[in-house]
């Protein structure tokens, strides 16, 4: 970009994740941070391309968190970018931060998921803000995600605090219009300043800290009175909106002549500039998705609102709701192509291979303890697999835990089961408790080679960084064995004759054992993918019997003939993994050449 450009400002469209990138490029961050999770992903991966910027996927959210900290009280700006239940693993050292404060700009993305798109929760993270006493910025549109970075950066520096900005999935995946500028220059101080009262944490110093920020907040708050992206905006005084980020564009386009407050800084609340807007309007109502956060505080100032009476708790907000609830009117439906179209559950790629492997634990009946990941799809029907999933990592304390209130007795022992970033995320720990603690648990790591669920990221097992270095890839089975677990297989997880004999020898010890189900995802990018023969299925030795179909792969169909129903192959999505074929029964499905022979 030369001078003459450097001076205009072009636009483009970007989505909100996009545009916060932007903003931390134009910000003149330095280091950048975070775990891939849907809707926040999208955050690095656009950041990465910027060559000045130190860009990382980290183990996990809280070591993510450290990373970027450790650059901010440095004295460089650095932004760490998680989904919302990334923000409980990053928890610890969140709020020691907030009592430390930082010297560079720290700012904190947590993109929250209404509605639960790909989330096992709906938590709304503006509670983390009043609960760490952390400010919390909340873009509506993508040209202000760009410009609250750059704001967040600005407030993290001059009140010393770590800063929330927080996003939901509409506006990370939603484009809009944004006007660029020229990257900013960051000045920053290269020599490590020692300060142990600041950034010791010891309870003397903690307990100095403590009432700065008491005293902090009390800072923010009149700061939020006299922001003006808390903006008043004077309409038909019948009706008042209080609002923030893409709620407001929902209740905007309801109810256009109506007067707004949009809150843009969401904590600490401006008590002043609500108890304004309160009294030049006759009716207030706060439109927010998820927890009552604003009405709770509003009302606590002794101002009536109407919220959560008629708005509802769970789920995403959209114009429909606004209309509905304020003015009574049900939803109009109209002509769309959704009401036109059949449903298209989640599904396994064709020749996943968590299919194999969940298909095998079905057979042997046993109590699968899940994990995060795309194979979390094996507990859908007909699979139906997967008996429990809460969390990152969870699934081999929860498998340890039936273990221990029934015992090793075969019949009702439960089988963990784990992704391979998942494991290095927050699982490792869990096998060297299940060690120490003399559990006898079979986990099962499925690596196949990438964060596939998320859009097939690196991880410390891929042997590549964000930026496809090659780095040191982590050895599962050395791994294991150093944590102190004897009984360590690889398996391929396509050879389901061994896989079976596999599962059911490990899980019959009386001890810890891991199996590793190593084959990679299918859509990796990296793997040369050699031609393999696709299979078919012979119209007359079909009997129609159904067993194919529990794979639930996408290639298999299901067509009537004049013999009743067969299974039929789309060669269009048959990768030739051979499952289909080791499970039929009748010999139907043999590969093409075999049946061209």
Known sequence: MNKKQNNNQRKALLSGN?????????????????????????????LVRH??????????????????????VSGGRALVAMKHVGVNVAADPLFAASYTGIRGGLVIVTADDPEMYSSQNEQDNRNYA????????EPSDSQEAKDFVKLAFEISEAFDTPVFLRTTTRLSHSKSVVELSHPEEHAFGKTLAKEPRKFVLLPRYSRIRHPLVEERIERLSDFADVFDKNEMDINDTSFGIITSGVCYHYAKESFPDYSFLKLSMVYPLPEKKIREFAERVKKVYVFEELDPFFEEQIKALGIDVTGKDIFPRCGEFSPAIAEEKIKGVAEI??????????????????????????????????????????????????????????????????????????????????????????????????VLNMVYNKGACTVIVLDNRTIAMTGRQDHPGTGFTLRGDKTKGVDYGLLCRSLGVDHVVTVNPFDMVHLETVVKKETSRLEPSVIISQAPCVLHRRVVKTPVPQRVVSGEKCTGCGECLKLICPAIEWQRNENGKKAFINKALC?????CEQVCKEGAITTANEQNG
């Not at 969390?391 to 391979?420: H, N, P, Q, R």
């Open 18 to 46: 996009e545009a916060i990138a932007r903003g931390a490029y134009e910000a003149g961050v330095k280091v950048a941070t975070g775990y891939p999770g849907t809707p926040s992903t999208e955050i690095l991966e656009t």
């Open 51 to 72: 060559e000045d910027v130190y860009v990382e996927w980290s183990t996990n959210e809280k070591v993510a968190f450290e990373v970027a900290y450790g650059a901010a």
């Open 130 to 137: 009043k609960f760490a006493k952390i400010p919390m910025f």
């Open 333 to 430: 439906k109209g002509n769309s192509f959704s009401d036109q179209l059949p449903p298209r559950p989640p599904n396994m790629c064709p020749g996943c291979p968590y299919r194999p492997v969940f298909y095998t634990l079905k057979k042997l009946g046993l109590f699968v303890a899940g994990d995060i990941g795309c194979y979390t799809l094996g507990a859908l029907a007909p699979l139906e697999a997967i008996d429990s999933t809460t969390c990152m990592g969870a699934s081999i304390g929860y498998a340890m835990g039936i273990e221990k209130l029934f015992g090793t007795d075969a019949a009702g022992k439960a089988v963990a089961i784990i992704g391979d970033s998942t494991f290095l995320h927050s699982g490792i720990p869990a």
């Open 575 to 579: 990768s030739g993994c051979s499952v």
